[in-house]
């Protein structure tokens, strides 16, 4: 069974698992890295 554990252990990814509106069945999403905010500085 995939689970947000797995595929971050598995992958690396992270994920995030919704239910799909339409079918009412699971919904795994992926967090791409490129999303995650990183900290800055106002110099």
Do not use: A, K, N, Q
């Not at 995030?16 to 900290?39: N, T």
């Amino acid at each position: 069974m995939l689970t947000e554990d797995v595929v971050r252990d598995v992958f690396g990814l992270e994920c995030s698992v919704i239910v799909d509106p339409v079918s009412g069945r699971p919904l795994m999403l992926p967090i791409g890295r490129h999303r995650v905010m990183e900290p800055f500085s106002v110099r």
